[in-house]
């Protein structure tokens, strides 16, 4: 029986913009691999939003960002089918307990109860 770590994981990845294109990795590929490989296989239609660098290229899975070092394996991804990841460019990735939003929203509740 193949192993599911051997077989391919296709991803369709969408840009902000709304544009997709499909890829085919392997499940050892990280996600500063996957940046790399579409950085230097920029798709054609892709030309608007071409980046100067790899490096700035976020994957987000399910609503989180893909940490530079996580593996499509690591993710338990369903074999065979077409796993679909948001394409960003962002310089840095926000720190996973950054208070600044959620702070701001506690001291807005806070305020609207001393208020009452």
């Given amino acids: 029986p193949t192993n599911q770590r051997d077989l391919p994981v296709h991803l369709r990845l969408i840009l902000v913009s709304g544009k997709t294109q ?3 990795f392997s499940p050892n590929d990280s996600a500063t691999d996957i940046a790399k490989h579409v950085f230097e296989n920029w798709p054609a239609g892709w030309d608007e939003e071409r980046v100067s660098s790899p490096s700035i290229l976020r994957l987000i899975f399910q ?3 893909l940490h530079g070092n996580v593996t499509l394996g690591a993710l338990k991804l369903p074999p065979g089918r ?4 948001h394409l960003v460019a962002r310089e840095t990735l926000p720190e996973p ?5 959620r702070n701001r929203e506690k001291t807005t509740e806070s ?3 001393l208020l009452l």
């Fill in 22 to 24: 499909d890829f085919t």
């Fill in 111 to 113: 305020n609207c109860c």
């Fill in 97 to 101: 307990n950054s208070h600044g939003q």
């Fill in 63 to 65: 609503g989180r960002f």
């Fill in 82 to 85: 077409t796993t679909v990841m």
